[in-house]
């Protein structure tokens, strides 16, 4: 009886958690200059290595100098969990969009935050790294970029040739195929930034590329959900972020040949020389589910400052989960969603077994 209360009491407090943060960000617009405060200081952004012309689909490393005038406190993520507010100009695509609008994650995008703080002193300057690609796809055009205070960059998107993608297949493709036995941390780096050449690439053949060495990287998988069934805990969901296999299964979502990776994907889960693994079949269901136009798709929690959250209802008795911004119609498909894919989940892994 106690540890239900305590669950109860978990359950509540991560609701209004949840409202005060969707609260806070209601007045968030990424392209309003933040208002100036005692703490603000100063950020320089900086497109990395001094390029200002890529190819749709080329890496855009940025670095962001900043300072405080005061300490602040940041609770700590992943890298691949964090989020950055964008000024793009125009706005560019989400890359991950369907897997945050699936509704298949209970509230993993939201904000569970726990664990350790980053501590910034006033008066240092640091350092942050970014891949603008993580964010936004964008086509071929010229575009302005800024985040938050910082001063505008300007950059170059042209169109990426069958020539261009082919030479940057191929290298990243003669990394990954070479020896590594004896790899060097420096040489293990090479590898991870050409899955990441990879991911980003969008093109039929690195979608067909991703797919196949999908297996390779998920193989020695260790941590599996604490509940297999849909919602995934959203604790996990931030595991899976950290993991080799991210990269690839970032890379099939955000693909525009989703045919392709269905096809791919279909034919590596049933390979008889090895058997399927989870997040195989996961990414799998995902890509499927998202591509039939009967299920709905649903706000993620960071955007639920733009909508106007209701009062509890018996198909959603809490407030952080996605279905508080929605009819109860539109509940009952997410849940009709949620059990078709993991019905597909299940079908996946006994084909691929």
């Keep these: ?23 806070a960000q209601k007045r968030t617009d990424p392209c309003e200059r933040p208002v100036t405060s005692p703490a603000t200081g100063t950020a320089k952004l900086t497109l990395k290595g001094g390029q200002s012309v890529y190819h749709e689909g080329e890496i855009i490393p940025l670095e962001l100098k900043f ?59 640091y350092v942050d790294n970014m891949v603008l690609n993580e964010s936004k ?16 960059v300007k950059f170059q998107i042209l169109p990426a040739t069958p020539e261009w993608q082919a030479e940057q297949l191929a290298s990243a493709l003669a ?15 090479r590898t991870k930034q050409a899955v990441r050449v990879l991911r980003f690439l969008g093109s039929e053949a690195s979608t067909r590329e991703l797919a196949r060495r999908f297996w390779f990287y998920d193989r020695q998988r260790q941590v ?19 993991q080799d296999y991210w990269d690839i299964k970032a890379g099939l979502i955000a693909s525009s040949y989703r045919a392709v990776a ?6 590596a889960i049933h390979d008889p020389q090895h058997p399927a693994t989870r997040a195989m079949v996961e990414t799998l269901a995902l890509l499927e589910i998202q591509s039939k ?40 498909q997410r849940q009709a969603k949620g059990a078709a894919y993991n019905d597909l989940v299940a079908e996946l892994l006994k084909q691929g077994q």
């Design 262 to 267: 269905i096809e791919e994907l279909t034919a």
């Design 293 to 332: 136009p009967e299920y709905p798709r649903f706000i993620p929690m960071r955007q639920y400052g733009q909508v106007e959250l209701q009062s509890p209802t018996p198909d959603c008795p809490f407030l952080f989960l996605p279905c508080a911004s929605h009819p109860s119609k539109f509940e009952k």
């Design 67 to 125: 300072t405080y005038r005061l300490v602040q406190y940041r609770p700590r993520a992943g890298p691949n969990l964090r989020s950055f507010s964008f000024c793009l100009t125009p706005g560019g695509r989400d890359p991950l969009q369907d897997d945050e609008e699936s509704g298949l994650w209970g509230s993993a995008g939201g904000s569970f935050v726990s664990g350790p703080y980053d501590v910034f002193d006033p008066g240092v300057t």
């Design 137 to 152: 796809s964008v086509p071929p055009g010229n575009y302005s970029l800024r985040l938050g205070i910082s001063n505008e």
């Design 175 to 189: 990394v990954l195929d070479a020896d590594h036995t004896k790899d060097t941390p420096s040489d293990i780096e």
């Design 224 to 242: 599996h959900p604490i509940s297999a069934e849909y919602p995934i805990n959203p604790f996990f969901y931030g595991y899976e972020r950290s």
């Design 1 to 23: 009886m106690k540890f239900q209360w305590l669950c109860y009491l978990a359950m509540a407090l991560a609701c209004c958690s949840s409202v005060q943060s969707a609260q």
